[in-house]
């Protein structure tokens, strides 16, 4: 059974930095698409990083470019966020997403699969993040 379990989520101050990180286990890579969503009190979820499970090129929403970095490690089939320069704004459950089917290269590079169904994702059950300022 396919699970995925994060960890590295806390509490800093504005500035600060955490690095979030998921195993996913019992999981057969394919050309698919990896990611990392959230989801601040009162708002809907939104997509914020995502990665070709078979390449490097990444995909980041605009509020987080040049402070979030998305990396994963196929051998040890581990998927990282590093977080720096951490806002308030980014107060949020974070959830670990990987692609149930085959996803186009370019659906995971645009973004364009952060709109698929709940269905077509394995999901993390969340870390929270707290930035305070």
């Known amino acids: 059974q396919v699970r995925l379990v994060e960890s590295g989520g806390g509490s800093v101050q504005a500035g600060g930095s955490l690095r979030l990180s998921c195993s996913i286990i019992?999981?057969?890579?394919?050309?698919?698409?990896l990611g990392w969503f959230r989801q601040a009190p009162g708002k809907e979820r939104e997509g914020v990083a995502s990665i070709y499970s078979s390449g490097s090129s990444t995909y980041y929403v605009e509020s987080v470019k040049g402070r979030f970095t998305i990396s994963h490690d196929n051998a040890k089939k581990t998927l990282h966020l590093e977080m720096n320069n951490l806002k308030p704004e980014d107060t949020a459950v974070y959830y670990c997403a990987a692609g149930r089917n085959v996803v186009f290269p370019s659906d995971c590079y645009s973004g364009s699969w952060f709109n698929s169904n709940d269905d077509h994702i394995y999901w993390g059950q969340g870390t929270q993040v707290n930035v305070s300022s």
């Open positions: 019992e999981y057969v890579y394919s050309t698919t698409c």
